[in-house]
């Protein structure tokens, strides 16, 4: 059973051009999470996804972020416009359900120039 | 609101000597807690967690933890450090009756000497 997959695994991007992160989740899993870590900090929550559906959002930046999970296909982190601030590690994780173990993908660094 | 303390960055210990990772945490409401592993490059690893069961969990390297309510600690210990034990460590806080997101600490990073 393959882990959580994220791709790309580095992202450069100059500012403001757009950036789109993705992820597959284990299989059998409906539940997805996306988590950001900036230099030397912890990972910060952004979004919590089940299929078709934004969860909590609490953690995501009000303007050029979005996140979704379509019925077929991996979940999607977009970031538009993109500025320095938002060079960090992408970490998506994924649990079949509620309550559930949330199991980390490798995660994507985006490096904006 | 839920948070969690790491106390020390960084940590260093000689290959077989006692390993231990604090945490503190912060909740209004009993919390899950979780120790993850993270490998240079890498993405994080479940070590352990505690959901309300036995209050001293074991997890998977020889690790183990145990939660302590009247100090709200959730302490990670290892009787012998490995070389391969050198990670970052980060202790999480959930709420059971919340929306399963992790609230991360700000991570403890281990080295081993030999």
């Known amino acids: 059973n393959a882990g959580v997959m994220q791709n790309p695994r580095h992202l450069v991007r100059r500012r403001g051009q757009e950036a789109r992160l993705r992820c597959s989740p284990m299989?059998?899993?409906?539940?997805v999470y996306w988590y950001r870590q900036l230099p030397e900090e912890g990972l910060k929550f952004m979004v919590y996804?089940?299929?078709?559906?934004?969860?909590?959002e609490s953690g995501m930046p009000k303007e050029r972020f979005s996140a979704e999970f379509p019925k077929e296909g991996p979940s999607i982190l977009r970031i538009q416009q993109v500025v320095r601030g938002d060079s960090a590690a992408y970490f998506c994780?994924?649990?079949?359900?509620?309550?559930?173990?949330?199991?980390f993908g490798p995660g994507t660094r985006l490096l904006v120039l | 609101a839920q948070s969690v303390t790491q106390l020390g960055s960084h940590v260093s210990v000689s290959e077989g000597a006692l390993v231990l990772l604090r945490c503190n945490y912060s909740?209004?409401?009993?919390?899950?807690l979780f120790w993850y592993v993270q490998y240079p490059n890498q993405g994080l690893q479940l070590l352990l967690k505690?959901?309300?069961?036995?209050?001293l969990v074991k997890g998977i390297n020889g690790f183990e933890a145990e939660f302590k309510k009247s100090e709200t600690s959730f302490h990670l210990t290892k009787p012998s450090a490995h070389m391969s034990d050198a990670a970052e460590y980060f202790c999480?806080?959930?709420?059971?009756?919340?929306?399963?997101?992790?609230?991360f600490g700000t991570g403890t990073r281990l080295q081993v000497f030999p």
């Open positions: 909740s209004s409401v009993p919390p899950y």
């Open positions: 994780a994924s649990s079949p359900g509620r309550k559930e173990t949330q199991y």
């Open positions: 999480a806080v959930s709420i059971p009756s919340g929306t399963d997101k992790l609230i």
């Open positions: 996804l089940q299929k078709e559906n934004i969860i909590d």
């Open positions: 505690y959901t309300s069961a036995a209050t």
């Open positions: 299989k059998g899993h409906s539940h």
